[in-house]
């Protein structure tokens, strides 16, 4: 492109080729979630000891101590493909909204753990409903439709962490003429 058309329509269409990145089908990504798969299990059993329910992992499976109900972290559930959604989404974001390289990359390596403490707040709710005595609508009917509760969540800590990044930028300055000016 620099050669072509020279450095300012390459910085200029540097962004949606990187983008292109996200062409990537999301199933080949997942033969690789297991360290993911894992995570969550891990934070998931850590969560529920936090509270008091007891419970124990082998491998990706979660299951009660007195085997009432157990439920195993599969591919699918790892989170990965809400991960590479919240990524993109995140890029997208950051690079219309912010200005400033550095606060793009730090936006762009907090989205996997907003993906991430989503991903695990929904498995963990899962194991609190399951644990109320409601295993199957737990596995069932919630856990089907509880990506739509924890995938906005991970965007609103996506938006507020990019305001927290900006808070000082929008204080207001006195300019030399003596006047309030918000920046």
Not at 59 to 85: H, K, M, P, Y
Not at 128 to 147: D, F, K, N, Q, T
Not at 149 to 162: G, R
């Amino acid at each position: 492109m620099i050669f072509l058309w020279g450095k300012h329509v390459a910085r200029i269409l540097a962004f949606p080729i990187a983008f292109l990145v996200f062409m990537i089908p999301v199933c080949a990504l997942a033969q690789t979630s297991f360290r993911l798969q894992f995570l969550i299990t891990n934070a998931v059993q850590a969560l529920s000891t936090l509270i008091g329910i007891k419970i124990y992992a082998v491998g990706t499976t979660l299951r009660a101590v007195n085997g009432g109900w157990g439920f195993d972290i599969a591919e699918g559930c790892s989170g990965i493909r809400s991960l590479i959604a919240i990524i993109m989404l995140t890029a997208i974001y950051a690079h219309i909204f912010e200005k400033q390289l550095w606060k793009k990359i730090v936006l762009l390596a907090f989205s996997i753990v907003f993906a991430v403490v989503a991903n695990a707040g929904r498995i963990f709710t899962i194991i609190l409903i399951a644990r109320a005595g409601y295993p199957e609508l737990a596995g069932g009917i919630y856990h089907e439709y509880s990506g739509f509760i924890s995938f906005p969540i991970a965007l609103a800590a996506m938006y507020f962490f990019h305001k927290l990044l900006n808070v000082r930028s929008r204080k207001q300055a006195i300019v030399p003429s003596g006047e309030l000016v918000k920046q």
